[in-house]
């Protein structure tokens, strides 16, 4: 049976899903995922589709991505023999100013993607690991890319642009914006099971351990938090969102501060667990009783609510807020903070509805509806890639010209 295996390598993580090629919408076959890469207490653990557990190994040590890579292909030809993988399809963060669309990799457009690498170094020198430990493994299999910042290419000019000298935009320094993957997905849910909605205004929060928000008009984005670097906009786990560039300049001359040790101060050891002292994890946070802890939660949602409200500027009102990423679907608490005086927008919560968890939280009288979506971006992968095989890949903006 043909198979589309998808992969999504994040700094300590690898999800992978199997999906069934041969029927037009592939349907998941098993998903599974391997946390804490590096250290000596990793975890893989194997899903069906309806969520029976199929395989876990660990506790124990699992050495580097390709080793992570490794272990998963492994399993997965334990757990289905036969199963031939005709095609790879890669989470990929960066896909520079060209790409638009999803791409079939060749060797070539792999070590060109590797010029990104230092705008998001948690994720993308993964991405372009799996790429090519998947080519080793599946010679003949297409590979498929799909890039977090295609969704937001056709941004507006001034959302995609700093105010820079122009010879910085033309060199590809501009606001890309992330999770484009969750985006497509969120916008493809939306024009199924509320295409009112799908074509209004719409602002998505993806909020997990990477968060950003993304002003949906007519299924589009036509803005995000995020720009050149994975590191724009809100606070995250153990990243900065927002900052002011003077203070890279005062880091540089007062501290004496490398590059690479900024970089290491921004990207690993900021956002909840710079602030809180604590943890990355918005479920510890919640569990613990420390001031620290507390503010850092309220920094959080207060990013998200000044952005909510310059989201709704760009798209000249609001019609309805989604919730999505592993904070948003799971966090009442986070949710009801954001949401929290918001009447002046139109949004009013259902209290009730945000404790049980339900899929639309807001007031029955609210303007604004608020839903919140189980993103997937698995599915969004395995659909780009389902297209390659069909040989009708997603058109490129180029291609269209
Ligand atoms: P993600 O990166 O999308 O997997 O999301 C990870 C984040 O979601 C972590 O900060 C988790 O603590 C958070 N999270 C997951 N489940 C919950 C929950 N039930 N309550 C609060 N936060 C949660």
Redesign the pocket.
Known sequence: MSRILTLNA?SSSLKFGLFDASVPEPPLVASGHVDSIGSPNAGITVKAADGAPLAAEGPGPVKDHADALDRVLSLVARLFPGAAVDAVGHRVVHGGPDHDAPVALTPAIAEDLDRFSPFAPLHQPHNLAGVRAAMARFPGAVQVACFDTAFHRRHPWENDTFALPRAYYDKGVRRYGFHGLSYEFIAGHLREAAPLLHSGRVVVAH????ASMCALLDGRSVGSTMGFSALDGLPM?TRCGQLDPGVLLYLMDQEGMSAAEITDLLYRKSG?LGLSGLS?????L?AADTPEARQAISYFTFRIRRELGALAAVLGGLDAVVFT???G??????RARVCDGMHWIGLDLDPDANAANAPEISAKLSRVRVLVVPTDEERVIARAAARHLEGRPYPTQRSLR
């Open positions: 994040g909020l997990g351990n990477g786990g909840l990355n994890d918005m479920r510890r919640e990423g592993g904070i679907e799971n966090s009442r608490l986070v």
